[in-house]
């Protein structure tokens, strides 16, 4: 298979080594704004075509599938155009920046009949991957609440991050979107019903803080901050289960802290810091660690199997695990969370 990337920021890198790793795969196309930027990706890479325009990498029809990984305010845009120009698409979560845009492209997907795979990379994780098939098997009983938590304290990475324009939100839309999904994935995908959010906009990116060091976008701007610092929302499911969230970019916290835990009627897991189960045996509460090489997500392996999916689906036809449907309602419950915030009330789904 031919695979063209079409942006060369930061997270493009995960996808080039995954794709770098897959057997029967070339990494045939690279494109970005920046051609200078998308040339030294070439070349790192071994990429035979550069191109600053990605309608002209879609043209290409030796190109038979691309990772989108450009700014969120493109993804519909280049999602659609990929999928008319015959090409398969992997696109970096979020899908994209409203429940309309999401809409426009599942339209393209059922139209073309190609594959859209949305980038909720966590799915794909080792562990995420042993605890569904321990609640699919019933271990954990009905899951009925999951709780999860991303905050940092010092971690606006400014640049596209703060402009909502490009990014369609802060935290939430950002790194909220992966604990988010994973609890959703993990409750079994439930229908969501309604949501109660608040956003806050108290600290702004922080830039006077010195002696501790975050991740900075290559277009950051001290002085442009229009997303939230923080967010937190109640989300509840047709089925009566419900999940709690909060993230943040700015925070005054102790630490940074990353927290993933689920609760079923026979037993609860916590993934995030740390995978353990927790179940009841003999009027006994039992915390049992499995013996897994890592006790937390390996980001960089998430990556390669979340790319083996992908080149796997497009050559056999299957669905993704996390296809375009999942990614629309993803949508509905992000965007009704800042739809809450700025009402000060609940809103149905």
């Known amino acids: 298979m031919n695979i063209g990337v079409i942006g060369a920021g930061s997270i493009s ?10 057997e029967g795969v070339k990494l045939y196309a690279i494109c970005d704004l920046k051609e200078q930027r998308a040339k030294d990706k070439a070349k ?20 038979e599938a691309v990772s989108i990984c450009t700014w969120n305010n493109t993804h519909a845009e280049i999602s659609i ?9 992997l696109v970096e979560k979020p899908l994209c920046r409203s429940v309309e845009e999401a809409r426009l492209i599942q339209e393209a997907v059922t139209e073309t ?10 799915r794909y994780d080792a562990n995420a991957q042993l605890v569904k098939r321990f609640i699919d098997k019933g271990e954990l009983g009905e899951v009925y609440y999951a709780k999860a938590s991303c905050i940092r304290r010092l971690g606006n990475p400014g640049g596209w991050f703060a402009d909502t324009e490009r990014s369609g939100g802060g935290p939430l839309i950002d790194i909220g979107v992966h604990v988010i999904d994973l ?15 608040n956003t806050y906009h108290k600290l702004g990116n922080r830039s006077n803080v010195q002696h501790l060091s975050f991740y900075k976008a290559a277009d950051y701007d001290a002085n442009f901050n ?38 079923g009627d026979k037993g ?3 993934l995030e810091p740390e995978l353990v189960f927790i179940a009841e045996a003999n009027d006994t509460i039992l915390n049992i660690t499995p013996q897994t090489d890592h006790k937390s997500i390996n980001v960089p392996e998430a990556f390669r199997r979340e790319i083996s999916h992908f080149v796997a689906c497009c050559q056999s036809g299957d669905t993704p695990i996390s296809p375009v449907e999942d990614g629309l309602e993803m949508m509905k419950m992000l965007c009704g969370i800042y739809e809450s915030a700025a009402k000060g009330q609940e809103i149905r789904l």
């Not at 999928?83 to 698409?89: D, Y």
């Not at 959703?184 to 229908?191: D, N, S, T, V």
């Not at 989300?235 to 927290?259: C, M, P, Q, Y």
């Open 268 to 270: 609860g897991v916590e």
């Open 44 to 63: 790192q890479y071994d990429i035979e075509h550069v191109y600053t325009d990605y309608r002209e990498l879609l043209a290409n029809p030796d190109i």
């Open 113 to 122: 009949g190609k594959l859209l795979q949305v980038g909720f990379v966590r």
């Open 183 to 197: 609890c959703w994935y993990m409750m079994g995908r439930p229908k969501p019903v309604s949501v109660s959010g």
């Open 13 to 22: 890198d995960m996808h080039l080594q995954a794709y770098e790793k897959q």
């Open 226 to 263: 229009t997303v939230e610092d923080m967010a937190n929302a109640l989300i509840r499911f047709e089925n009566g289960a419900s999940l709690l969230v909060d993230v943040s970019f700015t925070l005054h916290a102790k630490k940074d802290e990353i927290t993933v835990k689920l609760y």
């Open 81 to 89: 155009a990929a999928l008319r120009a015959g090409k398969h698409v």
